[in-house]
């Protein structure tokens, strides 16, 4: 909806509370934006946001997330909306193609279909890095909206047509058959999808991580350069919004059936990865594993089950690329090559840590769901297993990828992470330390001029040529 907000002067925390009318919502502070404040203090004068009772099934009683420019002294969390993008909308404020005040017309922008209310919703031990209510901006918090307030949506929900070359080849191998329903004879299938930025509960962040609140908030501050210093001056405020990538689920099938535990499911978690899920690099298993996610997905789908592939921006196992890349180049360059015994040691070299996904957060968007039970779970990870089964999900079947989708290059990935842990299904039995040692990848020659055949781990010859 067109919301025109009217300037006020700035008034008093006790002035807001003697005009809230009878909806119990107090009338919005709107803060001049020529005003530039560095930072913010619990308890002083104008200082009252707008209550947040986390985990209440309520929407009325829980309260909107508000962490727009426009409340400066009401805002509830801390951050901004679109993660890392809100630097883009400070740069087309900056190059005066954006108005500043500008609200969001969402008027047409309802939910395409149907998500909760679910019971986990009202369990922040289920549900602590997703607002459940952030697709549900006009219809849970309308009265603010109609009030002032500017109050953005952190979920949206859609529908798409899914076009992938692999599709289309495992119709020409009949491994799937369109059915004019979920696959077409194009080979396009048609899903549900859902995009969703990160709203973090910071007391029970904390709690998953295994330390104080304090210690995640000041860590947060020193690790980004003092980028949120309401982290330490504003304790009051629980929320925060960091300016991290976020997620997007898909969904073949019909959406309602996911809570039914008697109604198959099937799901994959995926963690991005720029270079093979765009890009077909081989050096690891990450699109033919998602592609294959995506094909038992739509034959789930067909069967009268549902399937769901969770895309979570993670690049570089929440490493970034360019930390990725130098992994890559060390594992290379090391002594020996890139071999299986040494895959988990460059990482650690070139970054301190093997992994920072660490998977405490990656359950709540199936809790977000309704997710109860999962039938068949096409992952090999034993760290987002036992991240979903301990907070109360049942996962029936475990499913690997099949051997002959394993690039050449990426034998040395899969066979350190079965050694080390990985859920080896059928196909990976057998796995020891002789494997380990002897598994080894592509020679770049990163060093060398010019280009020349080189092996590869499974004996097979690749043209290397160096710009």
């Known amino acids: ?16 509370k003697e ?13 001049p934006l020529d005003y530039v404040s560095l930072t913010s203090h ?35 969390a801390i951050g901004a909306h679109s993660g890392s993008y809100c630097i883009y909308t400070g740069l087309a404020v900056a190059a005066g193609k954006l108005n500043p005040e500008y609200v969001p017309n969402l008027k047409l922008t309802s939910p395409v279909f149907q998500v ?8 922040p031990k289920k549900l602590a890095s997703i607002d459940p209510f952030g697709h549900l901006t006009t219809e849970c918090f309308g009265a603010y909206l109609n009030k002032g307030y500017d109050i953005r949506p952190t979920i949206a929900v859609t529908k798409a047509h899914i076009d ?14 369109p059915d004019g329903k979920v696959l077409m004879d194009s080979g396009q299938s048609i899903c549900s999808k859902a995009a969703i930025e990160p709203v973090w509960y910071l007391p029970e962040i904390s709690r998953r991580f295994g330390c104080t609140e304090s210690v995640l908030r000041r860590s947060i501050f020193q690790m980004t350069n003092g980028m949120y210093p309401e982290l330490i001056t504003r304790s009051d405020i629980k929320l925060f919004l960091p300016p991290i990538g976020g997620l997007t689920i898909y969904i073949w099938g019909d959406p309602e059936t ?4 008697d109604i198959e499911l099937t799901c994959r978690v995926h963690d991005e990865c720029n270079g093979s899920d765009v890009f077909g690099s081989d050096i690891c298993t990450c699109r033919p594993y998602l592609t294959h996610a995506i094909e038992e997905c739509i034959k789930t789908a067909q069967r009268g089950g549902c399937g769901i592939v969770v895309y979570f921006r993670k690049e570089g196992r929440s490493l970034g690329e360019v930390t990725k890349y130098l992994v890559y180049n060390t594992r290379k360059r090391q002594e020996g090559g890139d071999s299986a015994e040494n895959y988990f040691n460059c990482t650690e070299q070139v970054a301190g840590v093997q992994d920072t996904r660490f998977q405490a957060l990656m359950p709540d968007p ?11 779970f096409i992952s090999m990870s034993d760290m987002k297993y036992n991240a979903i089964v301990s907070t109360g999900i049942k996962i029936v079947n475990r499913i690997e990828i099949p051997k002959e989708l394993v690039p050449s290059d990426a034998q040395v990935e899969i066979t350190a992470k079965v050694f080390h842990g990985y859920n080896a299904g059928k196909a990976y039995q057998g796995i020891d330390e002789n494997e380990l040692k002897k598994t080894v990848g592509r020679e770049y020659n990163y060093d060398k001029p010019g280009g020349k055949e080189e092996k590869n781990g499974d004996g097979t010859e690749t043209a290397v040529v160096e710009d």
């Open 1 to 16: 909806m067109n919301i025109s907000i009217t300037e006020t002067s700035h008034i008093s925390k006790k002035q807001r």
């Open 164 to 177: 992938l070359p692999e599709c289309r080849e495992a119709i020409a191998a009949g491994r799937l058959k």
């Open 366 to 376: 199936l809790h977000w769901l309704g997710v109860t039970k999962i039938h068949n």
């Open 19 to 31: 005009q809230v009318a009878d909806d119990g919502i107090p009338i919005p502070d709107n803060t």
């Open 116 to 123: 909760g209310p679910h019971r986990s919703w009202a369990d």
């Open 42 to 76: 619990a308890n002083t004068f104008g200082v009252d946001p707008i209550p947040i009772s986390w985990g209440h099934p309520d929407p009325s009683v829980r309260g909107p997330v508000i962490c727009t420019v426009r409340h400066s002294s009401q805002r509830n």
């Open 258 to 261: 996911i809570p039914d535990e």
